[in-house]
């Protein structure tokens, strides 16, 4: 990731996208390579693909969320008489 934000800065946009899409790929709740990718892509006039990348993102933060209440709830002690 931080090699893809230096490649940015130094408007290198080509280069810097493959570094994102490793970052995402290795671990793909990135939610700051996917939106800086998008971006990114967008910029290369590659609107769909910036979308892919943002309904991508999006299904897999709503995959982790649940993934996440789902321990929660099964963690957390039922409460017999109903009190907070």
Sequence with gaps: M?????LCKKRKIKRAIPYLVDAILESPDNLDAAIQCAYLADQEQ????AIEILELAESTGDNSRHLVLQTRMFLTPLNQDNEP
């Excluded at 931080?2 to 230096?6: C, L």
Aim: glycine share 12%; charged share 80%.
């Design 46 to 49: 590659d609107r769909e693909g």
């Design 2 to 6: 931080e090699k893809a934000e230096d």
